[in-house]
């Protein structure tokens, strides 16, 4: 019974300014992924430089331009090209990008629900961070370049548009990108958390819906909390560089003349900053986390393992993670008392992190795993997780972290835990659900090449970086070759940059499957990887409303796998029971 | 653009408007207040680390602003209660009222600043340090999102005007109103936090 009619919408609707959580979905992913090989192709520029310091390039001439005089980087470009690559890394392919994408397409679907709580505001958001996107490129080609402060943007070199060429015009632009992207990303959650909380379909309780749907859940919130605070930051920055406020600055010298600023502090900016900062890069993995639980679960045909567990250590890491912004602080001057707790909340995010490692391994024990590319990579992001996770707790701990602190050492951490882990949920994700963005099958071979090809270089790009840390070479410099102290590592850096050269070009084989799978790629079937959960029960071809008559009622959770009734028979005859299938006779209804 | 379908739970786009417009805005305000959150947390931190954080007397006009605020408040909420019992007169007025007392709020507030400039408490410049920017910044942005909230207002006053509110229809008067205190209260907290804790 449907009163459902599809009526002809032009073009510019459909696709432009769609209100359709599908197609909003492939706006954020496409753009995400624009933006992130332009942030890979940054990071192997600065590699070149940093593997063969000095040297002209050819591709860096053609592509820096007047940046680099005969193809040698320019050292402040350098820096304004690191700023970039972390900003866009970090919050255009990995809070948009990854957020945008899979919460849109899978939150409706895995719940059922025809479309977001409000189409209108979700296409917004998309809008606001695409022109969040323009601004931010358009940066790059401003008088003085773009901003070079880092991603962190302290003050006082960015809140002082004289301090360096990047803290002019390029810092503005960074600032009024930004704020528009936290409005973006605002727009984005209020939506994702009311329509989970208030359009699932009948039968559709809170612990039937998948990890998937949860991770978004409490990515949205931890998102609602923390960007206002690093709006509220960005906003007092702007005050400090046009108004002549001083929230920032005090008693400072520049060029030998004294400016008059009075009365603020460059360490307020941490502390909002990272009450920002350490929330977000949960936005960035948890997303992946809960992905990689559902492709985890599907591929190895076996239920989640602690499934309640998992919600929990997802709830706690959500929480923790507004409370220990300070670790990123212990060379500030904190107090050291201060500095003990704060090492205590963060060193208690192991134990939430534990328990998922063990549950994703506990889930794949024994499994009857079927290696797809989305499993390789999921498989990928539990070791990712788990080595850098390790050197999180050395970090994590005041007394260790002040020799490090600001070194390669950190680099290579955070590149693991969070970069590598993100981006292997977000590819991941994108093997796995493709059928359902694009209507076809991805190459499942050169899928696997890429795979090993992006661990294999993942590792062998940042694992080294932790020996450099340790020898002390510190992050954000233009070249590490100059110091007698560092010369013996020159070898390193060389390594490290080939495997990112490397690592660069294995990304063009992803490309090429991307694109020649959305237009020719074999017609995807309606559940191909025989999953339990509804987004596979809507038709393969997109329609607006998703489902084409009534939404189906849900009667289980998502993971029934390889069931078997006590003659050891699979339950229903398959090894899955989709959540849309009532219980059968004699079956037990389990509580999980 | 929404589709009207039949679904097994909510019949119509309208429904869904209904179920999801007030946990739309609870979110959006707890954003907000999350804005401010990291402002007063600033003050505090500002407070603790600068040797030359001073106080001062908040102007007599924000103690009238606070009535000012909280009679719009009451009267506002007396106009959901008699449109909830069918009288949409009450309302109109009501919404009117609030209106007016909404502009003399920033009128007042106005004046407030007023006082603390001719009083050597500036917002930028020289003579300006964090402590005086601060009471400037988040009272000139708490009167930013009372200009939305005005908006609201205005919206509900045309629309009574119009009839268009009926005892089963209250949702845009209720959503203006959650809103509407919602300012009111942050302003008291913020009045407070500057008056006792700044
Ligand atoms: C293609 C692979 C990548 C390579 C080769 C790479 C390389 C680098 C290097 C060498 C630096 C440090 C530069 C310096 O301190 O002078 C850096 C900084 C950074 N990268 Fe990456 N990166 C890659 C991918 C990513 C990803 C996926 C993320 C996402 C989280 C990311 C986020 C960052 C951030 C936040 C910084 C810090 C920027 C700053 O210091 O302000 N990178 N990257
Ligand atoms: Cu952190």
Avoid at chain 1, 28 to 48: E, Y
Wanted: glycine content about 8%; proline content about 4%.
């Amino acid at each position: 019974m449907s009163t459902h009619h599809h009526h002809e919408q032009d073009f510019l609707f459909k696709y432009i300014f769609s209100t359709d959580h599908k197609m909003i979905s492939k706006q954020f992913l496409i753009t995400g992924f624009i933006m992130g090989f332009i942030g890979m192709i940054m990071s192997t520029l600065f590699r070149l430089q940093l593997g063969w310091p000095g040297e002209s390039f050819w591709i860096v001439d053609k592509l820096l331009g007047s940046w680099a005089e005969n193809g040698v980087m320019a050292p402040d470009k350098y820096l304004a090209l690191v700023t970039m690559h972390g900003t866009i890394m970090v919050f255009f392919l990995l809070t948009a990008g990854l957020s945008g994408t899979f919460s849109n397409l899978l939150i409706p679907l895995q719940i059922g629900a025809r479309d977001m709580a409000s189409g209108f505001l979700n296409m917004l958001s998309y809008w606001f961070f695409f022109v969040s996107s323009v601004i931010m490129l358009i940066s790059l080609g401003v008088e003085g370049g773009a901003a070079s402060a880092g991603w962190t943007i302290y003050p006082p070199l960015s809140a002082l548009p004289q301090a360096i060429p990047g803290s002019g015009l390029g810092m503005t632009l960074w600032l009024i990108s930004m704020a528009i992207f936290i409005i973006s990303s605002l727009l984005g959650s209020l939506n994702y958390v009311v329509t989970i909380l208030n359009l699932r379909t009948k039968g559709m309780t809170m612990t039937r819906m998948p990890l998937t749907v949860w991770a978004f859940l409490f990515t949205a919130l931890i998102g609602i909390v923390s960007f206002p605070v690093l709006l509220s930051a960005a906003i007092l920055l702007i005050f400090d560089r046009s108004f002549g406020t001083s929230f920032y600055l005090s008693d400072i010298f520049i060029g030998g003349q004294v400016l008059e600023y009075s009365g603020g502090s460059p360490i307020l900016f941490e502390h909002l900053f990272w009450f920002l900062g350490h929330p977000e890069v949960y936005i960035v993995l948890l997303p992946s986390l809960g992905i990689t639980s559902e492709i985890i679960s599907t591929m190895s045909r076996k239920p989640i393992f602690g499934y309640r567990a998992m919600i929990g250590s997802m709830l706690a890491i959500a929480f923790l993670s507004t409370i220990v912004w300070g670790h990123h602080m212990f060379v500030t001057g904190m107090n050291p008392f201060l500095g003990a707790v704060f090492t205590f909340t963060t060193l208690l995010i192991a134990i939430p992190s534990a328990v998922k490692v063990f549950n994703y391994l506990t889930t794949l024990w024994k499994g009857n795993i079927k290696f797809s590319p989305a499993t390789l990579f999921s498989i990928g992001l539990v070791s990712t997780f788990i080595s850098g996770g390790l050197t999180g707790l050395i970090l994590g701990d005041s007394a260790l972290d002040i020799n490090v602190h600001d070194t390669y050492f950190v680099v290579g951490h955070f590149h693991i835990v969070m970069g590598l882990s993100a981006v292997f949920g977000m590819f991941a994700g994108v093997y796995h659900w493709f059928p359902k963005l694009f209507g076809r099958m991805m190459d499942n071979k050169i899928g696997s090449i890429h795979f090993w090809i992006t661990i294999v270089c993942s590792y062998g790009v940042f694992f080294p970086m932790h020996f450099l840390g340790l020898a002390g070479v510190p992050r954000r410099y233009y070249t590490n070759s100059e110091f007698p102290l560092f010369e013996n590592l020159i070898d390193i850096n060389v390594v490290i940059s080939t495997f990112a050269i490397v690592i660069a070009f294995g990304q063009l084989l992803f490309l090429y499957n991307f694109l020649y799978s959305a237009l020719r790629g074999p017609k995807a079937p309606q559940n191909p990887w025989d999953s339990n959960s509804l987004e596979w029960t809507t038709p393969v071809e997109h329609i607006h409303g998703n489902w084409p008559g009534e939404i189906p009622e849900v009667h289980r959770w998502p993971y029934d796998y390889s069931k078997v009734d006590e003659s050891g028979e699979f339950v229903g005859g398959n090894d899955f029971i989709p959540q849309t299938t009532p219980l059968f006779q004699n079956e037990k209804n389990e509580k999980h | 653009m929404t589709s009207v379908s039949i679904n097994n739970q909510f019949d119509t786009a309208e429904d869904i408007k209904k179920k999801t417009a007030k946990p739309l805005l609870w979110i959006a305000i707890v954003s907000i207040v999350m804005l401010f959150g990291g402002w007063t947390s600033a003050v505090i931190v500002s407070k603790g680390s600068s040797p030359r954080w001073f106080s001062f007397d908040l102007p007599f006009a924000f103690t009238i602003s606070t009535l000012i605020i909280v009679a719009s408040s009451l009267i506002f909420h007396y106009g959901l209660f008699s449109i909830r019992k069918g009288n949409s007169n009450v309302l109109k007025l009501a919404s009117i009222i609030t209106l007016v007392l909404g502009v003399m709020f920033i009128v007042s507030q106005y004046y407030g600043w007023k006082d603390l400039y001719s009083n050597g408490i500036f917002a930028t410049g020289s003579k300006s340090t964090s402590a005086s920017s601060f009471i400037y910044l988040v009272t000139v942005f708490h009167v930013l999102h009372l200009l939305a909230g005005i908006i609201s207002v205005l919206v509900v006053a045309i629309k009574s005007l119009k009839e268009k509110y009926n005892q089963e229809n209250t949702l845009g008067v209720e959503l203006s109103i959650i809103y509407w205190h919602f300012l009111g209260g942050l302003w008291i907290y913020l009045f407070l936090f500057l008056k006792y804790v700044a």
